[in-house]
């Protein structure tokens, strides 16, 4: 069987059925496998790109069940302090979050005392979600796909100030007022019970997974592109990469984006064009502007994630053209830091990327440094990257980080299935349902699960 794609979903799928004896090969684009895993290094100082930090690992939590199974539970992750382990600015008004449920609705109901009943409600979603990812019936997670996150914040809590510290520190997805309410509850859920930074980043996960496929006989093959899916007599048979070759395959999984899937398709496919239009119309979520940091010695990065918003900035409704928040994560040691900040993907390079860029930068500087001033003095080392340099080295559309945007109001159009009307064709990554590392995974179980016709974990 071949794995299209080396991004965490195509390893997951890869380890999972190298471990049932199926003869795997993942191949991957890039000169590197891990998709949005990876991470690079600059004068000897490591960055990340995409994932910097996961929710649920603790006791109990979902991933920690997910990561035992992946044989990635004894990387060297490291908790972000759970007295404070995330921030939400917005103007002058600091809120910092503990982890833990009951800690986390203690603060809430510190700082908005009047609303006590309804954190409760919701601290109470958020735990009964992001601790039974695993365990919830596809009826019951269904029931919560119908209906809007906007809309529950809205019914649940009367200040506009307390559901935008609820909203605050989900630039971890892209908010809209279609968002589906499980979405915001199982990612928020997951990072209230605990936040959770890797020593060497993603690449640590990706060289994990690949030594557990390689010791199952599955092989990994990088600057391999497949440019089409072979099929014979109504089944997939392979696949064809860009220099020709052509890798037979009764199976075939593909990480990656659906839109690009479809694309892989011959013209003369016997997968029926409404199903190709359907999906490469899904559009994809925002994309991010990254600029990696490096500071001088002395200035204190705080061991937590900060979320800060200008004042009147509309989280829900993202104005990609300026920035109204940014999201800075530290590295394990200090040192460096990194500001994430949503943005549309410029359409090509050349001086007014680069001006782009600058003026990007300064807006996350400037908003940035109301929550850690004196950063602009200090930062001595400054990388950036667009949702161009997503698109261009992973052919991710439009660089959109979090897969395809959800609208509860239309979701059975927008959540994908693993399986095609291809046989032999399957999806998984974080384009299906959920992203991150807890919803891909979730998703790579359910790939392997409709593959191999039984629950994987
Ligand atoms: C900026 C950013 C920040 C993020 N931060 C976090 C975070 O802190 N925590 C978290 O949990 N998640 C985070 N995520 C999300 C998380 O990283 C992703 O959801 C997850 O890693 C996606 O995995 P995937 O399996 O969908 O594959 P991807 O990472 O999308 O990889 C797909 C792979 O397929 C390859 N490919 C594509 N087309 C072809 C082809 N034709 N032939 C061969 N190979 C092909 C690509 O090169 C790529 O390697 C972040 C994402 C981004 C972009």
Known sequence: MVVIGSGLGGLECAFILAGRGM???VLERSARPGGCLQGFTRGGIRFDTGFHCVGGLGKGGALRKVMEYFGLIDLPWRRLDPEGAEEVVIGRDCFVLPSGFEAYGDALCGFFPSESDAVHRFVGLLEEVSLNILETSDGDRMALFRRGALQYLEETFRDPLLRKV???????????????????????GSYVQGV????????AITARLLDGIAGRGGV????????????SGGCAAGVELSDGEVVPADLVISDAPPAVTVSLLGKDSSVRSVYRRRVSSLAGTYGMFTANIVVDGGFPVPERNIYVHCPGADLWRTDLGSTGSVMVHPYPGGGRLDILSPMYAPEERGEAYEGIKRKKLSECLDLAEQALPGLKEAAKLIYTSTPLTWQESLGLPGGAAYGLRKDFSTIDTCLLSPRTPLRGLFLTGSGLALHG?????MTALRTCSAILGESVI
């Open 196 to 203: 959770w930074q890797l020593e060497g980043g993603g690449d």
């Open 437 to 441: 590392v807890l919803g891909t995974s």
């Open 23 to 25: 003869d795997v090969t």
């Open 166 to 188: 609820v909203s605050g520190t989900s630039l971890k997805m892209e908010l809209t007022p279609q968002l589906p309410l499980y979405p915001f509850a199982e990612i928020n």
């Open 220 to 231: 990994l093959r990088t600057g391999a592109e497949v440019v089409g899916i072979i099929e």
